[in-house]
């Protein structure tokens, strides 16, 4: 959603909702844990005023279980938190878990997916950053497409494969394509697919579906 104008929220929200987009995605940050500022509560109170999509909130702030309460997070949400943001994960995960919304992890393209192991029982999805967190239209991360190729084996392998993984960063047409055959199950669509310039939103977002499928 940092890529959807403010100018015209309301028109982009109304399209998302007549194409069937499953969620919003929340990017928020803090200028700590990422260093930019983005999408704050009240952002996301109002945005609830809006629309029945369920949110996909994205916590890129320094210990998000302090701070997973200012979002109100509600049954059928998402919520992602960085295992490098806190040296409490479990907590966050439980108290995510409280709200009623489904609890994930999230990982900088550096952070090996093996750190999550003890956490596997807990949480519906891995997010795995194909980016570096902060801003929108940078370039991906090559090495995150084998990335998510071992975290699906390694998940299927532990008996996780009801586990799924959502990759944000880059997701192009091409790219998203490539995730998809990776294992990816969720995508982040950003400034080089659904919020291509260059294309219709309805358009954008039936491509983007058509090269995941």
Same mark, same amino acid.
């Given at each position: 959603?940092?890529?959807?104008?403010?100018?015209?929220?309301? &028109? #982009?929200?109304n399209?998302?909702?007549? #194409?069937?987009?499953?969620?919003?995605?929340?990017?928020?940050?803090?200028?700590?844990?990422?260093?930019? $500022?983005?999408? *704050?509560?009240? $952002?996301?109170?109002?945005?609830?005023?809006?629309?029945?999509?369920?949110?996909?909130?994205?916590?890129?702030?320094?210990?998000?279980?302090?701070?997973l *309460?200012?979002?109100?997070?509600?049954?059928?949400?998402?919520?992602? =938190?960085? =295992?490098?943001?806190?040296?409490? =994960?479990?907590?966050?995960?439980?108290?995510?878990?409280?709200?009623? /919304?489904?609890?994930?992890?999230?990982?900088?393209?550096?952070?090996?997916?093996?750190?999550?192991?003890?956490?596997?029982?807990?949480? /519906?999805a891995?997010?795995?950053m194909?980016?570096?967190? *902060? #801003?929108?239209?940078?370039?991906?991360?090559?090495?995150?497409?084998?990335?998510i190729?071992?975290?699906?084996?390694?998940?299927?392998?532990? &008996? #996780?494969?009801?586990?799924?993984?959502?990759a944000?960063?880059n997701?192009?047409?091409?790219?998203?394509?490539?995730?998809?055959?990776?294992? /990816?199950?969720?995508?982040?669509?950003?400034?080089?697919?659904v919020?291509?310039?260059?294309?219709?939103?309805?358009?954008?977002?039936?491509?983007?579906?058509?090269?995941?499928?």
């Amino acid at each position: 959603m940092m890529c959807a104008g403010i100018q015209d929220l309301t &028109g #982009y929200i109304n399209v998302f909702k007549q #194409y069937g987009m499953e969620f919003l995605h929340i990017d928020v940050m803090d200028g700590v844990f990422v260093p930019n $500022y983005a999408l *704050g509560v009240d $952002y996301v109170r109002r945005l609830r005023q809006m629309t029945d999509i369920p949110l996909d909130i994205h916590l890129m702030v320094d210990r998000p279980e302090d701070k997973l *309460g200012w979002f109100d997070p509600q049954p059928g949400d998402m919520v992602s =938190v960085h =295992v490098e943001s806190t040296a409490h =994960v479990h907590r966050a995960i439980d108290r995510i878990r409280g709200t009623g /919304a489904a609890p994930c992890v999230a990982l900088n393209p550096g952070t090996h997916f093996g750190t999550i192991e003890y956490v596997l029982n807990d949480i /519906a999805a891995v997010l795995v950053m194909t980016v570096d967190p *902060g #801003y929108a239209g940078q370039t991906l991360v090559e090495q995150t497409i084998d990335k998510i190729g071992g975290l699906r084996k390694w998940l299927n392998n532990l &008996g #996780y494969g009801d586990v799924e993984i959502e990759a944000d960063g880059n997701v192009s047409f091409i790219n998203a394509k490539r995730m998809r055959l990776a294992g /990816a199950d969720i995508f982040v669509a950003g400034s080089s697919s659904v919020f291509d310039a260059t294309l219709e939103l309805p358009e954008a977002i039936k491509k983007l579906r058509e090269a995941v499928e």
